[in-house]
């Protein structure tokens, strides 16, 4: 493995994301992966601002309400 995405999949990105996936901090899944060799880019975007999981959720609350 050369090159790895990081992304969460999580509704929101929050400080999970942000501390313990993509930081700086030696021990953010980013930095482990780099101190293997691996480039890595993260995408810190959670699921709920995708427009198709929004529809999901949209479709479920329809579906609860009808």
């Known amino acids: 493995i050369e090159r790895v995405e990081l992304k969460p999949f999580m509704l929101v990105a929050g400080d999970h994301a942000i501390n313990d996936m993509a930081s700086d901090e ?5 930095s482990i992966l780099e101190g293997e ?11 709920g601002e995708n427009e198709g999981i929004q529809e999901i959720f949209i479709n479920h609350l329809e579906g609860i309400y009808k």
């Open 26 to 30: 030696e021990d953010s899944w980013k």
């Open 37 to 47: 060799g691996i480039l890595v880019e993260t995408e810190l975007k959670g699921l």
